[in-house]
């Protein structure tokens, strides 16, 4: 069975975001299929076997995809590995980072309130300039209100998110969250948080 993979009408160039998240989701892509030149030792069997797989990455132009493919190795957001015989693409701890900063574009918090206020209170460093603007612009995203150069407050749980946050910025020990029953003067932040 000949791969339909080689066949390039009307595919759409894929985007690094793209081949990311395939990979990350563990969708199987041996480097044979992709780079023509690396052995095919079992591809018959490749084929057959992963061939839901392989229709993920026929909407993609080939040539393209193999262009965008060894541009990542050479990031070190991809790798070729030989797995059970076969030489196939994976994605690296860099490429899983780089994933987890795309979720960053749709994060935001669940909008219901029970009964207790989170303050935010982070020293990141210098040293990580831009991880810390990164962080406050996220902050200011999710609708957080800035108390204070460093200190933010929302009604919302935020807990697992501001986790996330820490594990992909790589600050963990620099961000705090406090929850709390009580802030003086709560009406103002009622009000603006609509509660």
């Known amino acids: 069975m000949k791969s339909e993979l080689v066949k390039n009408v009307e595919k759409i160039d894929p985007r690094v975001k793209d081949v990311l998240v395939l990979l990350a989701a563990g969708t199987f892509l041996a480097a044979s299929v992709i780079f023509p030149g690396l ?3 079992v591809k018959p069997f490749l084929e057959d076997k992963y061939e839901k797989d392989l229709k993920k990455w026929q909407k993609f132009n080939q ?6 493919l060894k ?7 991809v790798e070729i590995v030989l797995s059970s015989g076969e030489q196939v693409v994976r994605i690296t701890e860099n490429g899983k980072r780089k994933v987890l900063k795309f979720d960053l574009e749709n994060i935001k918090l ?4 029970d009964g207790k206020w989170r303050l935010i209170v982070y020293d990141i460093p210098s040293t990580n300039k831009r991880e810390r603007d990164f962080f406050r612009l ?12 460093s200190v933010y407050l929302t ?11 820490r ?8 961000i705090k969250v406090l929850k709390v029953a009580q802030i003086e003067n709560d009406f103002v932040y009622r009000q603006y948080f609509g509660i």
């Not at 541009?71 to 957001?77: S, T």
């Not at 669940?110 to 309130?113: H, N």
């Open 155 to 165: 009604p919302y749980r935020c807990e697992n998110e501001i986790e996330y946050l």
């Open 71 to 77: 541009k990542l190795e050479r990031g070190k957001l």
């Open 138 to 149: 996220l902050l200011k995203k999710m609708k957080f209100l800035s108390l204070q150069k």
């Open 63 to 68: 040539w393209r995809l193999r262009a965008l």
């Open 39 to 41: 052995p095919l030792v």
């Open 167 to 174: 594990q992909v910025l790589g600050v963990a020990d620099c």
């Open 110 to 113: 669940d909008q219901k309130w």
